[in-house]
């Protein structure tokens, strides 16, 4: 017989246990949000390797949400943590970095050989390097901004890609095309180009302008007649947002000067 059973507990007591097995329940909901990032991004390498490639890019597309959603579940809970962000970085470098590169390599560069896995290294270089950058400035930069085309927004340019031509590249055009946005992206994500975060923009506490309701049934209607089309089209215009906003300031800074 346990003799610490026949012990009575205080009402207070209990109620601190309560608390203390909810603040650890808390704790690890966001790992579980990151642990869902990693198994994507892990499932999403054997689909490639497998020449399922809707399915990998899918799977890339889901992790994504999952990484949107664990820090904004951490904040909520408040159990942000320093351990919770170094693994998240870790997570995001096998969801974002190897899967879209395998990805990417399987779906069109596998038949440059040398210069296509070399490209596809390349992008998991350049996305550690970016993860890297951030974890440090974190506390230095301007939230409106990332520095660099986050690494998401990278590997979602390659899934968006694929879904919307899923049949394995064969045209040597469009292998080249891959190559080159491959070695493109790899570059802007360690670049210092800045995008913009938007986080302002998505503050649910702020009042939104009217015009907005429509903007998002628009949206919706869209997605709903050419999801894989509008995704791309998203993922391509944020990816070339960054550089067209650097040659929008400096053309009009050039104008200033000369005028």
């Known amino acids: 017989m346990d003799l610490d059973s026949t012990v009575p507990v205080s009402p207070v007591r209990r109620r601190r246990l309560s608390r203390e097995r909810l603040s650890r329940g808390l704790f690890l909901l966001p790992t579980l949000f990151t642990v869902g990032n990693l198994f994507c991004g892990y499932l999403s390498i054997w689909r490639s390797i497998d020449g399922n490639f809707t399915a990998a890019a899918v799977l890339i597309i889901a992790a994504a949400v999952l990484d949107a959603l664990d820090g904004r579940v951490a904040r909520w809970t408040h159990s942000t943590s320093e351990f919770g962000e170094e693994y998240d970085s870790l997570a995001d470098l096998v969801s974002f970095g190897v899967a879209p590169a395998v990805l990417a390599h399987s779906w069109g ?3 440059f050989q040398s210069l296509g896995w070399m490209a596809s290294f390349l992008f998991v270089v350049c996305g550690s390097m970016r993860l890297a950058r951030f974890n440090i400035q974190t506390k230095v930069v301007d939230k409106r901004y990332f520095v660099g085309l986050p690494i998401p927004a990278a590997a979602g340019t390659i899934a968006a890609l694929v879904l919307a031509t899923p049949e394995r590249l064969v045209d040597r055009r469009w292998m080249a095309g891959l190559l080159v ?79």
Not at 203 to 223: E, H, Q, S, T
């Open 181 to 259: 946005l491959t070695v493109l992206l790899s570059y802007l994500m360690i670049s210092t180009i800045r995008y913009r975060s938007f986080k302002d923009q998505v503050d649910l506490r702020r009042r939104k302008p009217i015009w907005i309701l429509p903007v998002i049934a628009a949206a919706f209607a869209l997605i709903r007649l050419w999801p894989e089309l509008l995704l791309l089209a998203v993922a391509l215009a944020f990816a070339l947002s960054g550089p067209i906003a650097k040659i929008w300031s400096f053309l009009r800074r050039r104008r200033a000067a000369g005028g």
């Open 109 to 111: 560069l596998a038949d």
